[in-house]
T-cell receptor, first 113, second 113 residues
Framework: AQSVTQLGSHVSVSEGALVLLRCNYS??????LFWYVQYPNQGLQLLLK??????LVKGINGFEAEFKKSETSFHLTKPSAHMSDAAEYFC???????????FGIGTKLQVIP | KAGVTQTPRYLIKTRGQQVTLSCSPI?????VSWYQQTPGQGLQFLFE???????NKGNFPGRFSGRQFSNSRSEMNVSTLELGDSALYLC????????????FGPGTRLTVT
């Protein structure tokens, strides 16, 4: 079964610093990969997705992620953190059939002024 | 286009009662998935419906059930509520083709007392 591991349930960065949120997946077959963001009391919003077209994926709000098959990783980065980036981020994988998506446990990002 | 809507947004129930949650997908989306989100377990897949048929099911007891109507709207039902059923229930809709991202509603916060 597919599994998604997010290293670090809480990450703190200073405003203006690099944001790096880690995600590893378990499948031997590269799945479709997603990053979602969740603000308090809201649903999940798609940041970006990987569907094998390009290994470096650019998303909304200045985020991007790089798919590395050799490392089975799909880490999320942003060059300069903004206060509004404080939220919880989820990595997710879709493999096999249909829409059975497996989510990581989530990483709460704190941005320190 | 209107987003995914879920009703009600908040619900308080007593142990042993049953509850029905509703989800209206984005117009044109035929796949609806349900997730349970709790602080300890993260996002857990409940089930996915497409054209009124359940295509995927997660590892939840039979007390959790769902259905989808011909207009793609979906409901999920939880019978004989337990304290552990307290969670945020998220609905997501998709175009259903493999690899297409899911769009999430704001969720229904269920509290069981």
């Amino acid at each position: 079964a597919q599994s998604v591991t997010q290293l670090g349930s809480h990450v703190s960065v200073s405003e203006g610093a690099l944001v790096l949120l880690r995600c590893n997946y378990s499948s031997s077959v590269p799945p479709y990969l997603f990053w979602y963001v969740q603000y308090p009391n809201q649903g999940l919003q798609l940041l970006l997705k990987y569907t094998s077209a390009a290994t470096l994926v650019k998303g909304i709000n200045g985020f991007e992620a790089e798919f590395k098959k050799s490392e089975t990783s799909f880490h999320l980065t942003k060059p300069s953190a903004h206060m509004s980036d404080a939220a919880e981020y989820f990595c997710a994988a879709l493999s096999g059939g249909y829409q059975k998506v497996t989510f990581g446990i989530g990483t709460k990002l704190q941005v320190i002024p | 286009k209107a987003g995914v809507t879920q009703t009600p947004r908040y619900l308080i129930k007593t142990r042993g009662q049953q509850v029905t949650l509703s989800c209206s997908p984005i117009s044109g989306h035929r796949s609806v998935s349900w997730y349970q989100q709790t602080p300890g377990q993260g996002l857990q897949f409940l089930f996915e419906y497409f054209s009124e048929t359940q295509r995927n099911k997660g590892n939840f007891p039979g007390r959790f059930s769902g259905r989808q109507f011909s207009n793609s709207r979906s409901e999920m039902n939880v019978s004989t509520l337990e304290l552990g059923d307290s969670a945020l229930y998220l609905c997501a809709s998709s175009l259903a083709e493999k690899g297409y991202e899911q769009y999430f509603g704001p969720g229904t916060r269920l509290t069981v007392t």
